[in-house]
């Protein structure tokens, strides 16, 4: 449940309120859902006669449901509406365009855990996956749902699916809204003092936005993917994550004052939970919110639930081919067998993808030409007179420049040394720094080179 504070007090939302009520849901909804595995969920996905699919994945995991999502914008029909439904486990998602070393910290998601399934205990690592679509960095959790809606490009709009979840969230929070980045957002100001508002009206609320000290807190972002025939609009809905407190740390990157990227970068705000995580049953706001989109997903389509039992009995032997103008279920683990979802798995967890993909970007330990910020101050942890600068392309060493000596004959020749070792290296690939900078064969120098390469390590998140 979701904060909001006005002056030293804290006021919350209902609890899970009847309309809401998993249960009830439950008898309305998801005892039509059927069951689809590798065989059938392809002629689910793929059969002429369902213009609009509903589909819940059983997988928590981030390469499997990102690939299932790539399956059905490339495989459902072009003038079909399809809505995906996943919950993740916990993992850092950067958009297609983005820079994992500017917009994580590596390190970090590597030698901590985090609260995973099991609630009361931390246990899991946190993964980093590149997505397909553009967009910012966010944060996956077990509390957290996404939803993905695929359509035809002529019916696209960015607003439109962000208001269908925002009226699901509305009947558990009157202060959710969709505001002008299409983000779906809470708002921490008092009523308005007329206390009117448009019911059916998802961009206002009966509550100011708030101020600079208590501003909307944002729930739920969005990323987008357009394509010729096909669209894709896909967000995350944060409903009780457990890690909420920590999430930020896991989005500050070490590198930001010294790294200058291409690409986009991430916008930050202030995130909140719709529940409660202390005091709400994570798997029951979960499974409430995904049957609740479901049936509004139907409602805006105008599809009539009760033909959802048509499909009931559906088994890995059983034709999918009908008259019914809908498909409606839940994806099961072994759809990873299909190969165009087995490819996009490999795909995604590949070096090449999850770090080659990344736009140019340089690192710089003092203000140069291209990048004139200034840096915090070196002075503890690197030598006064040392400069280092790396290009860095597809997540290869370019071009170097790394120096120790304030003789420019020396310094140049440093410069040379290190760059024969380092062009053409992969970043990720480099274990440590040190074990490669001390190719250059430059004994002399052996302590300033530790400290450079300690710093290098810290900036790319590499283990110290």
């Known amino acids: 449940m979701l904060f909001w504070k006005s002056g030293s007090s804290i006021f919350y939302p209902p609890r899970l309120s009847s309309t809401l009520n998993p249960s009830k849901l439950l008898r309305n909804l998801s005892s039509h859902f059927s069951s689809f595995g590798s065989a059938t969920f392809r002629k689910a996905a793929t059969t002429s006669t369902a213009k609009h699919q509903i589909f819940i994945s059983r997988t928590s995991d981030p390469y499997v449901n990102l690939s299932i999502e790539h399956f059905l914008l490339q495989s459902t029909l072009p003038d079909s509406t399809v809505l995906?439904?996943?919950?993740?486990?916990?993992?850092?998602?950067?958009?297609?365009?983005q820079n994992p070393w500017l917009e994580t910290d590596l390190k970090l998601m590597r030698d901590t855990l985090v609260i995973g399934r099991e609630k009361h205990r931390k246990g899991e690592n946190v993964q980093l996956v590149r997505r397909r679509s553009g967009g910012g960095t966010v944060f996956h959790d077990y509390g957290n749902v996404n939803y993905s809606v695929i359509c035809p490009t002529l019916d696209f709009s960015r607003g439109k699916h962000a208001e269908m979840v925002t009226r699901v969230l509305r009947r558990v929070n009157p202060r959710a809204r969709v505001n002008e980045r299409h983000d779906i957002v809470l708002d921490q100001g008092s009523l308005h003092e007329d206390g009117q508002r448009n019911p059916v009206d998802m961009h206002r609320t009966r509550h100011h936005h708030g101020d600079t000290s208590h501003p909307p807190l944002k729930v739920s972002g969005s990323a987008y993917k357009l394509t010729r025939q096909r669209s894709l609009h896909h967000g995350t809905c944060l409903l009780a994550s457990p890690n909420l407190d920590v999430i930020s740390n896991y989005l500050r990157s070490p590198a930001k004052p010294f790294m200058k990227a291409r690409g986009?970068?991430?916008?930050?705000?202030?995130?909140?939970?719709?529940?409660d995580a202390s005091r709400h049953n994570s798997e029951d706001v979960i499974f409430a919110f995904q049957v609740g989109v479901a049936?509004?997903?139907?409602?805006?389509?105008?599809?009539?639930?009760?033909?959802?039992?048509?499909?009931?009995?559906?088994?890995?032997?059983?034709?999918?081919?009908?008259s019914f103008p809908y498909v409606c279920g839940y994806v099961e683990e072994d759809v990873e067998d299909i190969y165009e979802i087995k490819t996009g798995i490999q795909e995604l967890k590949s070096l090449d993808w999850i770090f080659?993909?990344?736009?140019?970007?340089?690192?710089s330990s003092h203000p140069f030409e291209e990048d004139d910020r200034e840096r915090p101050s070196l002075q503890n942890e690197f030598p006064p007179s040392a400069r280092v600068c790396l290009k860095v392309r597809s997540g290869m060493i370019a071009s170097s420049k790394i120096s120790i000596s304030l003789n420019r004959g020396l310094a140049q020749a440093e410069a040379e040394k290190f760059g024969l070792v380092l062009k053409e290296r992969s970043v990720q690939e480099i274990e440590m720094f040190g074990d490669v900078l001390k190719e250059a064969n430059i004994r002399e120098r052996g302590g300033e080179i530790a400290a450079i390469s300690s710093w290098l390590d810290r900036i790319f998140g590499k283990r110290q």
Request: charged content about 15%; hydrophobic content about 35%.
């Open 84 to 97: 995906f439904l996943y919950v993740n486990s916990p993992c850092v998602v950067i958009g297609r365009n």
């Open 264 to 275: 986009v970068d991430s916008v930050r705000s202030p995130v909140g939970n719709v529940y």
């Open 295 to 322: 049936e509004a997903f139907a409602d805006l389509y105008g599809l009539d639930t009760t033909g959802l039992a048509q499909l009931t009995d559906v088994d890995d032997t059983t034709s999918v081919e009908s």
């Open 356 to 363: 080659g993909q990344t736009p140019q970007f340089t690192v």
